[in-house]
DNA sequence: CGGCATCCGTAGCGATACTG
DNA sequence: CAGTATCGCTACGGATGCCG
């Protein structure tokens, strides 16, 4: 899928067009900040605040940054209450949920493979 | 899970640790060009050169630096055949493998979303 | 409180070139 | 063919400050 290149064929222009924004979709979401505020959403709502105190060495741009990016890919819902102070508050779209899903499951696999993981790494620098 | 924030309670050091290093782990996993390596490889054992040629857009420094990422943390193996040309390849490991399937649901998640958040960014940027 | 703009350092990354 | 090293440049990301 997102990897495959343009091999210049005109019959494939449409499956070239859905690869490259495939892999452009793929390029946003694939990120560190991304992912964490996906896993921290899970299934409630959280405003901008508690993110940032959920999400251990995110600053305040990065976090501004992809929840923006996040919203424009429709996959976390922002809803402004007018009061004062502002109260902004973040959710997971269904999209976002679906992507949620698959992001418990690297946290999973993370979990799972801790130890050897280590292991790994003590023997390599050696 | 790697999201939590350090507390201070002395009882909670090493869970703390655990964490940290789940989030070493996951900030090495979680970048564009590690999955996209990852999902490349998949089933088959590829040359770097076949690598080269299936990621689009990946440099041969990018390439390198994140095999031997990907190598020190036991998720790929490399193996050297001393013929020359040298041929080097490169397979996932089991821990490599558990990665890759979750991977595989990422990129599920995007092909069927994809019209869904084309349509949620022309509507954003408008 | 949350968002946007600005400034600025660092490191990510590409290009190039040299070795085994 | 694959790996390492060096040199730049850009753009990422943090810090700060000002608005609604």
Redesign the interface.
């Known amino acids: 899928?997102?990897?495959?290149?343009?091999t210049g064929s005109p019959d494939e222009a449409d499956l070239t067009r859905?690869d490259s924004?495939?892999?452009e979709?793929?390029?946003d979401?694939?990120?560190?900040w991304a992912?964490?505020i996906i896993?921290?959403l899970g299934e409630h709502t959280l405003r901008f605040s508690e993110l940032r105190?959920?999400?251990?060495g995110i600053s305040h741009k990065m976090l501004t940054q992809n929840l923006r990016m996040l919203?424009?890919?429709?996959?976390v819902e922002r809803t402004v209450h007018p009061t004062v102070p502002p109260r902004v508050e973040y959710t997971l779209t269904e999209?976002g949920q679906?992507?949620r899903?698959?992001v418990d499951?690297?946290?999973g696999?993370?979990?799972?493979?801790?130890g050897?993981?280590?292991?790994?790494?003590h023997h390599?620098?050696a």
Chains 1, 2 share one sequence.
């Open positions: 899928m997102v990897t495959k290149q343009y859905a924004l495939a892999r979709i793929f390029s979401v694939a990120n560190k992912l964490l896993e921290s105190n959920e999400i251990e919203e424009r890919n429709g996959l999209p679906g992507l899903e698959t499951g690297m946290c696999w993370t979990r799972r493979y801790l050897h993981i280590e292991a790994s790494r390599f620098d």
